[in-house]
């Protein structure tokens, strides 16, 4: 069997990133849940930061709540693409037009990245690697992105209705506590939470999707547009559990993970543990 391939499309993310813009963040149901949960997880941290990276920030919501917690510190909300709502002039943080793997800080200069749902539409071993390098010596990454259950249902019935790539592949939660080891982060500790959607059809699940700028970026994904019939035979094979009162199911497995950047006193051997709950 061919391994899927799991390169994306710059020029199509920023795309379905500017049209998610269009959207009213508050709506993005996802986003707005991992991006609590983590600020949740941020109250059982002891962190006075003075610098405060919102990676991956969207319009900013997450950025605002992190500048009131730490209303003394610098924060950042960096993302590929700015709309009107996240580049006028703030009172309590400043947006950034960066790419997620070529972050504009110099080493060494951030106390506390938070990276909601950033992984899974960017190279994401790079982008590891270039939040650690900003952060400081014990800084805090705290992220969530999705886990390979993700969207389970639609690539099943993608798979019965032709033979395109429709999903990303996203990472099992125990290789990215590998990556962030070897990325020079310390123990981290990741946990995953699978949850069901319903939705009243195909159609409405795609519409969130957009929402969240999650539209199918993969290289090798078909370039034409999909057509009337295939689309049916899609829909034919998404069919509504008995449970579900005839809407039909979407698994999102979201993965939390929380990591300090190694000390410079810390050893960069081989060895290393990755603490998993859940």
Known sequence: MQKPSTLLDPNALRRYAKRALRFDPKDNYLARRCGGELLDRLDLVSLEPEVVLDLGCGAGIEAEQLSARYPDALVLGMDCVLGSSNVEAKT????????????????????????????????????????????????????????????????????????????????????????????????PVMDADPIGLTYLNARSLAEDLRRLGGANAREDRRRSLTGKNRWKRFEEKYQPLERDEGRIRATFELVYGI???????????????????G
């Open 259 to 277: 990591a300090w950047a190694r000390s410079s006193a810390e050893p960069t051997g081989d060895s290393f543990r990755v603490t998993f709950e």
């Open 92 to 187: 309590s943080w400043h947006p950034c037009l960066a790419d997620g793997v070529r972050l504009p800080l110099p080493d060494n200069r951030v106390d506390l990245v938070l990276a909601n749902l950033l992984l899974p539409w960017i190279d994401a071993p790079a982008a590891l690697l270039e939040i650690c390098r900003v952060l400081r010596p014990d800084g805090l990454l705290i992220m969530s992105t999705f886990g390979p259950d993700t969207l389970l249902e639609l690539d099943d019935a993608w798979a019965g209705a032709d033979k395109n790539p429709h999903v990303h592949v996203f990472q099992d939660m125990h290789n990215l506590g590998d990556q962030l080891v070897q990325s020079g982060f310390s123990e």
